[in-house]
């Protein structure tokens, strides 16, 4: 693997399938450990450096360097330097200079993770950018998949909603068709970003065509904040158009499974029937983020050799 992880594009089919393997190996291991913790990488230091709000993936992350022994360090833009008027550069050099190992971003800004590469000798992991990607996402809806449905290759995949501000449908695009799924696009055309045609994707405006032949459908959160104008009438008109509710969700095969990357909107993007429901993977979704963060830790800082193989925790 590479020394970043900026983008799903990033990741070759070895690269992706090493990722999803080692997830396994190392969820496996820390089910079986007593004390759910791998010594691998102890000594090393990893930054959370969150720009913007979001509990659900810092929490991830530092969960998932901690149960590999690292030091972590949770840094908030709010109230610190960067309120002062310091840059993103001269934030990160001075981590590094601290001891920093790897630096976690999230930024408002598309782009800040692969600016910041340009300035750490550590590595840096894109965990969301503005619109544009965020690739430990896909890489944890894509181990879903392969736990709940046995394999990604030749899975027929529906993501739908706001893929225009969705950097968790970009990064699922590209990812899932390394992995050899056939991914079709589903929105209204006001939430489609211009060049979609050109994504390695198929795009439909109609749900219901789609529904039947869907091994996976993930729905997407509709993010009214990155919205400066009505990109819809209206939520009832969105819910009926483009809303998972139990009527929509029969026409789904007996196998199929429904996603989502949280927070949801229910009644809006989803019904709870379904969100609550045998076919839901939400609460999978994520307790796979931890082992999936795991994984891409332990790869891109070249954990101790012990680690994986070894009972030790």
Not at 103 to 115: C, D, E, L, Q, T
Not at 277 to 300: C, E, F, K, P
Request: proline share 4%.
């Amino acid at each position: 693997m590479k020394r970043h992880l900026l983008s799903a594009a990033d990741l070759t089919l070895e690269d992706a399938t090493l990722v999803l393997d080692t997830t396994t190996e190392l969820a496996q291991l820390t089910e079986r450990a007593t004390v759910k913790k791998l010594p691998t990488l102890r000594g090393r230091t990893v930054v959370n450096l969150f720009f913007e709000d979001s509990t659900r993936t810092r929490t991830s992350f530092e969960l998932a360097a901690k149960r590999l022994s690292a030091d972590v360090i949770n840094f908030s833009a709010k109230g610190s330097s960067v309120s002062k008027g310091e840059t993103l550069k001269d934030t990160a050099l001075t981590l590094e200079a601290m001891g920093s190992d790897a630096v976690v971003i999230r930024h408002s800004w598309s782009g800040a993770p692969v600016n910041l590469s340009r300035f750490l000798r550590g590595s840096v992991i894109n965990a969301g950018d503005g619109t544009h990607e965020h690739p430990t996402q896909a890489l944890l809806d894509a181990y879903t998949m392969r736990q709940r449905l046995g394999r990604v290759e030749g899975l027929k995949v529906t993501i739908v909603g706001d893929i225009l501000h969705s950097r968790v449908a970009r990064s699922n695009v590209l990812l899932l068709s390394t992995l050899g799924a056939e991914v079709t696009l589903v929105a209204p055309p006001t939430l489609l970003p211009m060049g979609v045609e050109a994504w390695p994707c198929a795009v439909s405006y109609d749900l219901d065509a789609v529904l039947p032949k869907s091994d996976a459908v993930m729905m997407l959160r509709v993010q009214r904040e990155r919205m400066g104008a009505a990109y819809f009438p209206s939520t009832r008109e969105y819910a009926r158009r483009y809303g998972l509710d139990v009527r929509r969700a029969k026409q789904l095969s007996d196998d199929a499974i429904v996603m989502h990357p949280g927070p949801m909107v229910r009644g809006m993007e989803i019904a709870a029937e379904v969100a609550d429901g045998l076919r839901s993977t939400i609460v999978d979704q994520v307790a796979n983020g931890v082992s999936v963060r795991m994984a891409v830790l332990y790869l891109l800082l070249g954990g101790a050799e012990p680690a994986i193989g070894s009972d030790n925790a």
